[in-house]
């Protein structure tokens, strides 16, 4: 199972300086194929600089979740250090 892409990402804006909100698409590949789902994402600062990332599916998805969402974690956290995020 391999994360693609993020597609269509866009921010929620939220009054809250260390919670950023973001709702797009995800491109996985798995099983020789591609399958496009909407997902929702937030990546949460504590106070020691540790960034959560919570993923919640809106469609569902016929892989195990755990891996799928263990990845997507992976991913996003590194596009928010290259800054690919809006």
Excluded: A, C, W
Excluded at 70 to 83: A, C, P, Q, S, V
Aim: aromatic content about 10%; cysteine-free; glycine content about 4%.
């Amino acid at each position: 199972m391999k994360v693609l892409e993020i597609k269509n990402l866009t921010r929620k804006d939220l009054p809250i300086y260390y919670r950023r909100e973001f709702m797009g698409s995800v491109v996985l590949q798995y099983l020789n194929s591609n399958s496009e789902k909407r997902i929702d994402f937030s990546l949460e600062s504590n106070p020691f600089g540790h960034i959560e990332v919570k993923v919640n599916f809106l469609e569902d998805v016929d892989y195990p979740l755990v891996p799928i969402v263990k990845t997507l974690k992976e991913y996003i956290l590194e596009m928010d250090r290259k800054g690919g995020l809006p």
